[in-house]
Each structure stands twice: as C-alpha cells, then as structure tokens.
C-alpha cells in the first residue's frame, strides 16, 4: 500500500507568536526544556499504564515502562523516547499545531513586551512540548498511538508551520529528535544530561534511561515523590516536582504533603502557589490536581476533585481505595472521592488557619487567591465558617488586611453591625461621601472591590451574631453614636427641608426616587443611596459590563445634608423664588457631581458644562 505524501500545516497564529516568545525570552532558561518533554514522556506512560487496566487487549509498546534519552554529539541531536500512549495525526494537530492550553488568547493580551515580565507570565502559562526550539533549529516527532496500525512523523523549525506524514515502520509510544543550535550542544553530552535529570526530574516515577557510549544507565531515582518519607525530601525536591507539574517557575508558597489512614487512606502532596496562573478565571480551565490509585495515573481532569474557590491548589492525590474497572466520570461520583475531597479540603483550610498568623506572610496568599477564595462564602459548601474566617479585607481605618474577628473586636461598644460598602477602585472608596459620618465616629468599614463582594454578600451576612450591613442601611447605629466632628450650625427647620425635597424632587423627576436628610454626610451637601433589597450602584455596572438584560437604573435615593452651608443657602433661595434659575441649575449641577464622584456618567455633559460655565461667570461678575 502506497503511504499518503507529506502535508504541510501552518501553525495556528497564537502558537506562532508564542514560539517566538519563548525561544527569544526565556532563552536563559532554555534547559527546562528537558523538564518539559520528560514531563510530557511520562504522562504518556501514565496514561498507557491506565488504558490498559480498562482495555486489557491494546496494542502497545512491550516491556517496562521507560524514557529513553539518546544524545548524540557527531549527529548533534537529542533524542527523547517512551513508550507511552503515543499520537495520533489528530493529535499531532491538535497538541502540536495549536495551544490546547485553555486561554491563550487571553495569556498573549497579557504579555508587555518586557522580557523580564513576560517570562514570568510565560512561566505561569507552561511552554511545554514548545520549549524545545529554544535548543533546536528542527524538531522531528516519530509516534504511534496504542491501537493503531500505523505511525507518523511530524517535523518543524519553528517558524510557521510544520510537515506531517505517514508512516507504517514506527514503533509505538513517541520519540522526539532534537537538532540542536550550535549553542546548545552541550545538551547532547551525558554528564549534563545526568545533571539536569536531578536536578528537575529525579522525581518522575518511571525510569529515565540514559543510553550512551553503547551502555544504558537509570538516571533518576524512579519512585514517586510523594511515595517517600517527608524527612527524606528536600525543599529544593519540592519545589521542582511543583514546577514540573504546574509547569511554572515561581517557588511554592506552601507544601502540604501527608498520608491519611483510616476508613480511607491516601496520600496527598499539595502545593498552593506564589503567584496566580494566568487562566485562573477561565471556565474551561483544568483542575490542577493529579489522581492516582497505586501509583497508577488515573486523570488530571476532574473536576470535582476540589472545590471552586480552591482551584488554585495544585498536586497529586494517591488512593488504593479506588476502583480502576470504571470510567473517569464514574470514579468522581464514588463515595470515596467525595470523603477524600472532604479531608483534603480540612486539612487545606486548617494549613491556612496556621499560616495566616503570620501576617505579612499571609497577605502574600491573600493578594494572590483572596479573589478566588473568597468564592467559599457564597459556594453551597459546608466549611463556609471556616472560610470566613481566614478571609481578609481593607477596611476604612486600616493600612493592613483585617479579619472578620479583627473587625468585631475593634466595634465600638454601641455599634450593632458589620458595615461594608463596594465599589472598583480602594481609593475611590476611601473618599466616597457614605463615608463620611463613619469617619466622623471611628466607626470602621470593609471596603469592597472584587466581582465576588457583590455576590457572596448577599448570601454570606452574618458573622457571630453581627450582621454585615452595606453603610448605605446605617442609619441605627449612626444615630446611636456621637460623631467627634461634624458640620457646625443648626440643621434645616422642618418647613426648609419639607420645601427643598419638594423642590429637589421637582427639578430631578425621575433621576432619583425619593428625597431624605441622613446623618451619613459632614462634608459633602448630598449623596445618592440604593433603597434596600436593591441591586447596588457597582453591581449594576459589573452587569453592564457583561452584557446582562436587567432593569437598571433603578431610581436612588438621594440623601441631603442639612447643616451643609450650600443645602442652607439653597434652602432661602427656595423660600425667596422657587422656579429661580440659579436654584434649578444648582441642584442639577450637584446631582451631577455625585454621579460623578460614584464614578457614573452624567447624562447630558453639554449640559453640565453650560451650567458649570453660568455659575462660574456669576460668581466672576459679583467680584
């Protein structure tokens, strides 16, 4: 039979400008490119070993398990074999012409152009089968998938596309031939290769070959990592079994390796990062975790093997307690899986409990995952409680992230609830005019920024028998607490302030909802509020921004302060003329300002600049 000719494919346009990427800024780093393709080699031998406990009659590769590493210097190559699943043409096409890394388009918007800053982000993003071009003018790929009856070659410099081809003489698994640049062929030397093993990959469970000067010699130390005694396993060990799997270049923040025996018994080594993954919010994303029964792999996509908010957390689970005769999705619906979720899960949340009194160290954690974490509280889950308390959050008198049990300690005696208010942006916050007659009482307040804030509010509002309240509903506690400063002179008579809401509410029609004096201002002569038991200001432009079909808009309350100086003056102009220019633009031009000072645009700008060049020219006039 006539073998089909050769096919040239061009590489997909993120994968072309990735590859740029990586030979040009993480040339510095280029040996872990060996990291990289073992990795790859040995999670093709897993997957192998796990197809054929479910398909015992696959056709494979015979023999031992094994990577097989084949320098040769007159040749100046380096080859990379296994025995292990192998590919396909579609998968050729699909994991070596294209990203199957979910988010890529949103990792290159990412990118600066600062080579410096972009590694890091390269780093968190995994450069994989990829990396081998920063050693390698052309790379050669011969593959067979276990099962099939025929191989292919797939071939590439780099540049923008790659040849593939069939062929019926390949064994199955994988090798990868690397011809390498002239600077890089100290890679095709035993004694380096030796060195780079240890130092990255002595972990891997399957024996790394090494076959030189017509001898084979194991390399590695070939047991699982997490197999062995803590007390025998070096910080550095962790930290490249963590880079390996998460394929990332930062340290881990925090290493959580035990074994659990009971009703169960597991083995868990765990790691939660320093910096976020860049596909952190992405829907599709991969659990980062590894499942294993017997040291046999079993799938690093399930997605219930964490919780949500603990997406972050990366590493390897082992159980003999798990069947290997049913399917993956069957596997995560067992009770057992869901009673070593329910330990790993108690066993993370008390590390963190741990950690977080040391507080400098913990707001590294909490900068990082706080958004993330923070989804415990409005997740059905049953450790809402202990999720609560290792959240943290700035507050209006602090410079430090603070506790819900810092909060509560630090109420003032009279004070009934845990006050909040949301918003985009820290500093906005700070200076919103809500605030103003809680700063006036030392009363504190969480400051909200995150998406979540919005969500988990609503579900999560109670912390030891405090409500948390938004500032915008405190008006209890206001009146119950004298503030240490305030706007001097008497407030509105009841005939003022009855005349200037009817005057307000005239002039704004539908703009707002009602009318009212607070005790929340001391500066600022108004300020809008959202009635209670509706959608707030900043939820409402976080669906905006998502494109979501709500009524929006709803009509607010606007709130007058009546010892303010310029609510007085407006006060006797009502009393003197009521249908008074200058009182009709006033108002008009305060409304507008608090909307702009909650960050909301202003409905008519021409308008507002008219007005604002009138009252200018006016007060000019009068000097």
Known sequence: ?????????????????????????????????????????????????????????????AGEFKITLIPD????????????????????????????????????????????KDMALIGQFGVGFYASFMVADKVVVKTKKAGDETGWIWESNGADSFTIKEDKNIDYGTS????????????????????????????????????????????????????????????????DFYQAISHAFDDPWMTLHYKAEGVIDYTTLLFIPTKPPFNLFQPDRKSGLQLYANRVFISDDIPDLMPHFLRFVTGVIDTSDLPLNVSREMLQKTPVMAKIKKGIVHRIL????????????????????????????????????????????????????????????????????????????????????????FKARGIDVLLLTDPIDEFWIQTFNEFEGK?????????????????SETETGEPLTKEQTD??????????????????????????????????????????????????????????????NPRHPLIKKLAEMAQKNEDSDCLTDTIHLLFDQTLITEGEPIKDPAQFMERMTKLMLSGLTKE
């Open 1 to 61: 039979m006539v073998q089909k000719k050769e096919e040239t494919v061009a590489f997909k346009a993120e994968v072309s400008k990735v590859l740029d990427i990586v030979i040009h800024s993480l040339y510095s780093n280029s040996e872990i490119f060996l990291r990289e393709l073992i990795s790859n080699a040995s999670d093709a031998c897993d997957k192998l070993r796990y197809a054929l406990l479910t398909h015992p009659g696959l056709k494979h590769a």
């Open 73 to 116: 210097s007159s040749a100046k190559t380096l080859t990379v074999a296994d025995n292990g699943i192998g590919m396909n043409k579609d998968d050729l096409i699909n994991h070596l012409g294209t990203i199957a890394r979910s988010g890529s388009a949103e990792f290159l918007k990412t990118l600066t152009g600062d080579k410096q």
């Open 176 to 239: 990868i031939t690397l011809y390498l640049k002239k600077d890089s062929l100290d890679y095709a030397e035993p004694i380096r290769l030796r060195y780079l093993v240890r130092q990255y990959s002595d972990y891997i469970a399957v024996p790394i070959v090494l076959k030189a000067d017509q001898k084979e010699e194991v390399i590695n130390a070939a047991s699982a990592l997490w197999t062995r005694n803590k007390t025998e396993i070096t910080p550095e060990q962790y930290r």
């Open 350 to 437: 008390e590390e963190l409990k741990k950690r977080s009194e040391n507080k400098e160290d913990y707001a590294t954690f909490w900068n990082s995952f706080g958004i993330v974490f923070k989804e415990g509280l409005y997740e059905p889950i049953d450790e809402r409680k202990e999720v609560s308390e290792l959240c943290r959050f700035h507050t209006l008198n602090n410079s430090e992230l603070v506790s819900f049990s810092d909060y509560v300690q630090a109420m003032k005696p009279e004070q009934k609830n845990i006050y909040y208010l949301t918003g985009s942006d820290l500093e906005t916050l700070k200076n919103n005019p809500q605030l103003e007659g």
């Open 467 to 483: 409500q948390i309240v938004s500032v915008m509903h405190a008006k209890d506690d206001l009146e119950k607490i004298s503030p």
């Open 499 to 560: 005349l200037l809401k009817k005057i307000f509410k005239k002039i704004l029609g539908s703009a707002i909802g009602d009318v009212q004096t607070t005790e929340r201002l001391t500066k600022s002569p108004i300020a809008l509020i959202t009635p209670e038991g509706q959608m707030s200001l900043n939820l409402e432009r976080l669906m905006k921004a998502h494109g979501q079909q709500i009524a929006f808009n709803s009509a607010r309350i606007l709130e007058i």
